[in-house]
């Protein structure tokens, strides 16, 4: 069956970062378009970045253009986040997802990981 596992969450200061990963298995990895959601409390999950099957295209909401990246790793089955001059309203549960289209819309996610938390605070 489709498991996404998450790692690499947890505190950190403002301005500093941080890198998520995501091993992927029970489908073809280089056959997925594959993103990062995120949940901010008291607001609904929202699309931060998706990569292409091959991984060599992204895109990224305004609100982390600039500051995160969204490395494919095919051999590894791996998906990253990294994430720089990390901000206070950075702060959210942070989920893997495997993308029907390439889309951050949350109608095209079809699997989910289990999420991992990310606080940003001083």
Known sequence: ???????GGGLVQPGGSLTLSCVASGFPFDQYVMGWFRQIPGQEREGVSWTAKSGLN??????????????????????????????PEDTAIYYCVRLTFYTLSLDAVDAWGQGTQVTVSS
Do not use: C, H
Not at 1 to 6: A, G, W
Not at 68 to 87: A, G, H, Q, S
């Open 1 to 7: 069956q489709v498991q996404l596992v998450e790692a």
């Open 58 to 87: 992204s895109a990224y909401a305004p609100s982390v253009l600039g500051r995160f990246t969204i490395p494919k790793d095919l051999p590894t089955n791996t998906l990253y986040l990294r994430m720089n001059d990390l901000k």
